[in-house]
């Protein structure tokens, strides 16, 4: 007799995809981090807004 395997049990599929998932978002992330972070003003630009 076959054995059957319920979809609540995990596999190796479900954890490959779940990695994937989640390097993608580091990656999302990483690029991300110094476009967000160019648009900061200057230290020359913050001294003259502390005046």
Known sequence: ???THSQ???TRRDFLML???AMGVVGIG???WPLIDQMNPDASTRALASI
């Open 8 to 10: 609540a049990d995990p």
């Open 30 to 32: 990483a690029v991300a």
């Open 19 to 21: 990695a994937t998932g």
């Open 1 to 3: 007799m076959a054995q």
